[in-house]
């Protein structure tokens, strides 16, 4: 074989590697894109929940209050017996 020759299949060695290398990348952005989008949903998910608990927390110390806690009774008891009035209640 001559020098010609050896530089022949040198070129077709790395006009593959080139090809392989591609399809990798290819591969793997692709992967990498649906981990992004997965990370997107949990941390979406992540922020519903947490709001999620503060307003539980905010109704739970709204709840406790003097004040606001027989309001927050009487609307829940209103909702519950269809918005009639003393229906739902208890004495």
């Known amino acids: 074989m001559t020098l010609q020759d050896w530089g022949a299949i040198g070129e077709v060695v790395g006009a593959l590697a080139v090809v392989i290398t591609l399809i990798y990348l290819a591969k793997q952005i692709g992967q990498n894109t649906h981990a992004m989008e997965e990370a997107r949903k949990l941390a979406l998910a992540q922020t519903c929940q947490m709001r999620s608990d503060a307003l539980q ?28 009035r003393g229906a739902g209640r208890v004495d």
């Open 57 to 84: 927390a905010m109704l739970v110390h709204a709840a406790d209050s003097e004040y606001i806690g027989p309001i927050i009774i009487k609307l829940h008891g209103t909702r519950l017996s269809g918005g009639r």
